[in-house]
């Protein structure tokens, strides 16, 4: 069975700092990866998708970066922190297109920019 | 930007209580999603009905889609204290292999 694994679980960065969010898929090839941005009690913000290896797609112009160095592993980057970066982190994929398929998402960093 | 508005934003009822929300969108849609969210974690898709579809069940969930008001509406039956949740809906367009989140529904069941 798939399962996507994704960490940390929470984190306290401070401002200025490097950040590296780690998202992991298992028992499936070439998923569609996703990464997420919720504010406190807000919706979802897509902030990158990834169709394939080296393939990323920006939805919103930020300090953040995301890359795929390998089929089932999608990274979140910043290099260096804002505190308008906090919030909960969530990674989900799909297999392929997600016409007939929802989304699996991950449990979530949440982040504090102090 | 926005595709996906909820209605209402937070919801109480008594337990036993049917619940129902509502959710409206924007342009046309290949499919549409619903979500639930329990606090601090990450999501779980409840329910996919496609644009050709206007009905749909699983347990004590049913989902409607009219595509010609562009909304839908997610029932739950017979509510339960773990529906206790925020519940998303989420639209698939026909130009984008990506889906776009409405801010949600705060479902609060009550003892």
């Known amino acids: 069975s798939q399962t996507i694994h994704q960490w940390p679980a929470t984190l306290v960065q401070p401002v200025g700092s490097p950040l590296s969010l780690e998202c992991t898929v298992e028992?499936?090839?070439?998923?569609?990866l996703y990464w997420y941005r919720q504010a406190a009690g807000r919706g979802l913000q897509l902030l990158f998708y990834s169709v394939g290896i080296g393939q990323i797609s920006s939805e919103v112009p930020q300090n953040l970066s995301a890359s795929r160095p390998q089929d089932r592993q999608f990274i979140l980057s910043s290099k260096k922190l804002l505190l308008s970066d906090s919030g909960f982190y969530l990674c989900a994929w799909t297999g392929g297109v997600p016409i007939n398929y929802g989304y699996t998402f991950g449990s979530g960093t949440r982040l504090t920019v102090v | 930007s926005q595709q996906g508005e909820e209605d209402p934003q937070a919801l109480s009822i008594q337990e036993g209580e049917n619940a129902t929300m509502n959710c409206s969108y924007k342009?046309?849609?290949?499919?549409l999603q619903w979500y639930r969210q329990n606090s601090g974690r990450g999501l779980v898709h409840l329910i996919l009905i496609r644009s050709n579809e206007r009905e749909k069940h699983s347990g004590r969930l049913r989902v409607t889609l009219d595509t010609s008001k562009k909304s839908s509406s997610l029932l739950i039956t017979a509510s339960r204290a773990a529906d206790t949740a925020s519940y998303f809906c989420a639209t698939l367009t026909y130009r984008d292999d990506k889906i776009i989140f409405g801010k949600g529904t705060r479902l609060h069941i009550l003892p």
């Open positions: 342009t046309s849609i290949n499919n």
């Open positions: 028992g499936t090839s070439n998923p569609n």
